[in-house]
């Protein structure tokens, strides 16, 4: 039996992930559907169409510091392990915010829940595994001016990571950031980190990662058309969640690249770090 986990799975992106890897895995799969309010998770468990595997709904607010580990408890209890994660959940913001204020929340989420995912998951990954980080193009080097890149390129473990983001999260939320070299956009700080937090883990599991089958990768969905990113941008004419979902379970799903290893893949391809 193929057991699954989405995390941000109430609508959007997380919502087609778990309703293509009910699909794909079929009757014999479990796929946990999480997020953070117990009423949309029960929303979205009934959206999913029947037919495919079993999807259950727990709760799992990556923004609480306990909640990747509990969740990933019990699922040792019950399954042994995990076959597939994706670490989707993002807290949505827009062109009005201000990110002094919603800096501090934003990191808990996209930072700090990323990583915590991966503690708490990692260890558990079966055989053949996959654990996708789901990140975006500006979460490469290319997007942070040079005196910065060392913030990302030289933490060798999660917490010393935990640590940078800690940093920038302060410079942000006490305006220093805006003087300094820091893009105005904390979307590209966030997701350059969430590569960076796939990369150290990656880089610290490889040998017996590629030994087994896992994978552990960042992923790149391309411009959705979400509410999230409609904010932003005009997304009319942007992939719907569905579409953009079959890559991402390609990657998860399909035969294994070591070249994906570590790495922000983008539709198969890997997106240059640095
Ligand atoms: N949309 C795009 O064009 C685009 C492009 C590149 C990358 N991405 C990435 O794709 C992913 C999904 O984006 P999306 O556009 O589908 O976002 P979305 O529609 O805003 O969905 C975000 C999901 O995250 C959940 N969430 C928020 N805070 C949470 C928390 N503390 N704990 C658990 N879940 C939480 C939301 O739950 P609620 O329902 O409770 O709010 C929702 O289910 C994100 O990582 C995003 O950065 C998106």
Redesign the pocket.
Known sequence: MTVALV?????????ALVEGLAQRLGPTGTVYL????AD?ITAAVRAVPGGGAEVRGEL?????PGSSAALAGKIRERHGGIDVVFG?????VGPDDDPRTIIGAYT???NF?TTRLLRAFAPLLNDNGSLIV????PGTLRHLAPALHRRFTEPSTLDELDAQIVRWRDAVRDGSARSGAWPGFV?IPS?IGQVAAVRILANERRENDLARGILIAAS??????????ALWWD?ST?PA?AQAATALLDLALGPRDPAHHGELVRHGEVVPFS
């Open positions: 995390t941000g799975a109430t609508q959007g992106l997380g919502l999480t997020g953070r309010n949309r799992l607010d990556v923004a609480d989707n959940a993002v807290m949505r808990e989420v996209n829940g789901v990140a975006s193009s979307n997701k790149c969905p391309g411009m959705i058309n979400t509410p999230t990113s997304v942007a969640p």
